[in-house]
Nanobody, 128 residues
């Protein structure tokens, strides 16, 4: 069972950048598809980005395409989310999540219920 710990959140101004990290332990990191989700105040948790175990494929929510970049370093058991051109509407708690790879053709997953393991979240606040 993998444990996930996010870091890197904070308070920034619109247009600024942040890089979130998610450190994994307790499992073989490359056995998991990894994703980022976020929950804004009063809203449901929503998909942000996902990456396959080898980093060859990614998927992004339309709202972050061109601004956010997901990456992973399997040697360091770490997932990243580079967030550029931040907007006030990006304000949320950001969570990383892990989805065990059960089938070679398994899709990355864009809904929270497709992911089995979650971190505690890190707050990102973007002021206007």
């Amino acid at each position: 069972q993998v444990q996930l710990v996010e870091s890197g959140g904070g308070l920034v101004q619109a247009g600024d950048s942040l890089r979130l990290s998610c450190a994994a332990s307790g499992g073989t990191f490359s056995f998991y598809t990894m994703g980022w989700f976020r929950r804004a105040p009063g809203k449901e948790r929503e998909f942000v980005a996902a990456m396959t175990w080898n980093g060859r494929s990614t998927n992004y929510a339309d709202s972050v395409k061109g601004r956010f970049t997901i990456s992973r370093d399997n040697a360091k058991n770490t997932l990243y989310l580079q967030m550029n051109s931040l907007k006030p509407e990006d304000t949320a708690v950001y969570y990383c999540a892990a989805r065990p790879i059960l089938l070679p053709t398994q899709a990355m997953g864009v809904t929270p219920r497709e992911y089995d393991y979650w971190g505690q979240g890190t707050q990102v606040t973007v002021s206007s």
